[in-house]
Every structure is written in C-alpha cells, then in structure tokens.
Nanobody, 123 residues
Framework: QLQLVESGGGWVQPGGSLRLSCAAS????????IGWFRQAPGKEREGVSC????????KYAESVKGRFTISRDNAKNTVYLQMNSLKPEDTAVYYC????????????????WGQGTQVTVSS
C-alpha cells in the first residue's frame, strides 16, 4: 500500500520553529517530486513548497520564502520542511504529496497525499 505520512506538527509560539517530515512507505520517493501544501480553516489549500526528485530544484510560496526550507533524504525515503520564524498566519494543516515528474506548486498534479499534520502558531 502506497502511503505518505506526515509528522512533526504541533503548537509553537510566534517566532518559533518546527520541522515537518514526510515519510513514504510502499514505494520509493527516488523518482517523485514532493510538494508541501497547507489548508487553514475556511481557506483553500495552498502550495507552500516543492522539491524535484533529486533535490536540486526547489520552489517556495512568497509568504514563506526565507523562512521555510524544503529538503529530502532519499536514502531515508523522507522529505522535510524546516519552518522557522513561524507566524500565526502559518497555522494550518500541512500535507505532503508526491508526483511522478516535475515539481509543481499546483496540487491537482499530485498523485499521492498524506493525511496531514496540524501546525498551530499562537501565543
């Protein structure tokens, strides 16, 4: 069974940091681009960041540039999202997704999705 499992979410004060992980089981991520998306209550899902299958190309939403860093360790079949200088507006459920092919911030291209992990930023 092909699965993506996110972890690392939680509550953090503004200015704090979290590192999200996206682990794959049932398949290897070696040939998949990975995207991170988030959805806040009452809002549409939005692309946060994505990385190509080799880790050589990354993209970020303007709202997270300079604060978030996406990376991957194919040996561990895991992709990470390091989130620093967190703001209350970063509060959302964060999802990772996999697509065979080019990395994109467009969610409709992705084939496999995790169940999401909640990130809450508040004082």
């Amino acid at each position: 069974q092909l699965q993506l499992v996110e972890s690392g979410g939680g509550w953090v004060q503004p200015g704090g940091s979290l590192r999200l992980s996206c682990a794959a089981s049932g398949f290897t991520l070696d040939y998949y681009a990975i995207g991170w998306f988030r959805q806040a209550p009452g809002k549409e899902r939005e692309g946060v960041s994505c990385i190509d299958h080799r880790g050589g190309s990354t993209k970020y939403a303007e709202s997270v540039k300079g604060r978030f860093t996406i990376s991957r360790d194919n040996a561990k079949n895991t992709v990470y999202l390091q989130m620093n200088s967190l703001k209350p507006e970063d509060t959302a459920v964060y999802y990772c997704a996999a697509v065979w092919g080019m990395a994109t911030m467009k969610s409709n291209f992705y084939d496999y999705w995790g169940q999401g992990t909640q990130v809450t930023v508040s004082s």
